[in-house]
Structures are given as structure tokens and as C-alpha cells.
């Protein structure tokens, strides 16, 4: 029982770590590359872009997993966003799983209309077979998930080259799901 509580301890000072290390990123605007290999981790990049974001947050994922978007933390983070006035656009290939992140957002909605998407794919487009996931604030910070089946991803608070190849993503996936281009 004791290794249990250990093993526990040692995983959320990591997380912590990891944390912090990324809140650094963010707050130098370094544009290193950095890599992040689970959940966890997607949800306190996610997180960071949500709290800093000052004009949008653009997200194009698999099914929008429970484990990283119904967390606490992060939703309080959407909410800040949309009060500072960001708008949060979400694209997800099949049936998202975050139901509390989608109450809330549709909560915001009502106070945000344009500020605020999240629409699934049609069956027939063609985003649906790219095999990658990303999230993409400001044209900047960036996180990008090359197999959508793993966690496996790189991130960058500010790299507006990758930022810019990301972001023609989300766009042609856009016009693909019927949403206007902002």
C-alpha cells in the first residue's frame, strides 16, 4: 500500500513539474519544442492556451477525450478565455466524449454566440482520415499530436511557423464542417 501512495506522490510531482516547466514556456514565449507523452500533460497545455489566449483557440481532435477536457482547471480556463473575449473553435472527427465540457460550452455559448463552436465532421470529409490531432492559440503556441491514437505530441508556446502550417489545417477543415472562416 505504501509503494502505491509513493508511486502517486512521485506522478503528481511530476505532473507538477511538468507544470511549471510549461507555464515557463509560456510565460518566456520560447519557442522551443517541447514533448509531452500523456494525457495529463495535453490537458495543462490545453489549459495554458485557454488561460493566455487573446484571440482565439483552435482545436481539431479525435473524439475529445473526458480525461483532458472535463477537468476543473481547464473548463475554468475556457471561461476566462471567454470572458477576455477569445473565441474557442473545436472540430472533432466523431462523437465527443467530454460531456461536461460540452455543457459548459454550450452555457458560453449563449453568453458568446460567435465566439464559440464545436462541431463534429461530417462522415464524409476528408479530414477525418488525416491521422493527427492539434490545438493551435493566437497563430503562436501550438500542440501537435502526429498518431491521434497516442498521447505522443510536441508543443511550443511560440512557434508561428508550425503555429501557421497548423492553423491551414484547421482552415480547410473548417470549410469542410461549414463554419465561416474568421
Known amino acids: 500500500m505504501n ?17 511549471e516547466a510549461v507555464k515557463s514556456y509560456f510565460d518566456l514565449e520560447s519557442s522551443e519544442i517541447f514533448h509531452n507523452g500523456k494525457k495529463e500533460h495535453a490537458k495543462i497545455i490545453i489549459e495554458q492556451m485557454f488561460s493566455r489566449a487573446e484571440k482565439s483557440v483552435h482545436i ?19 471561461h476566462s478565455c471567454m470572458h477576455r473575449g477569445a473565441s474557442v473553435h473545436v472540430l472533432v472527427e466523431n ?11 454550450s452555457y458560453l455559448k449563449q453568453k458568446y454566440p460567435q ?12 479530414a477525418k482520415k488525416w491521422g493527427f490531432n492539434f490545438a493551435v492559440m493566437d497563430a503562436k503556441a501550438v500542440r ?9 505530441a510536441i ?28
Do not use: W
Open 3 to 19: 509503494t502505491t501512495i509513493e508511486e502517486t506522490s512521485i506522478t503528481e510531482s511530476s505532473l507538477e513539474r511538468y507544470e
Open 60 to 78: 481539431f481532435c479525435k473524439n475529445l477525450l473526458a480525461e483532458v477536457y472535463n477537468d476543473t482547471h481547464l473548463l475554468r480556463a475556457l
Open 95 to 105: 462523437e465527443p466524449q467530454a460531456k461536461d465540457f460540452l455543457m459548459e460550452s
Open 115 to 126: 465566439k464559440l463552436s464545436i462541431r463534429q465532421l461530417g462522415a464524409r470529409s476528408s
Open 144 to 152: 501537435f499530436e502526429a498518431d491521434k491514437e497516442q498521447s505522443n
Open 155 to 182: 508543443a511550443s508556446a511560440h512557434n508561428e511557423k508550425l503555429a501557421a502550417v497548423v492553423e491551414a489545417a484547421f482552415d480547410v477543415a473548417r470549410v469542410e464542417a461549414g463554419l465561416a472562416c474568421i
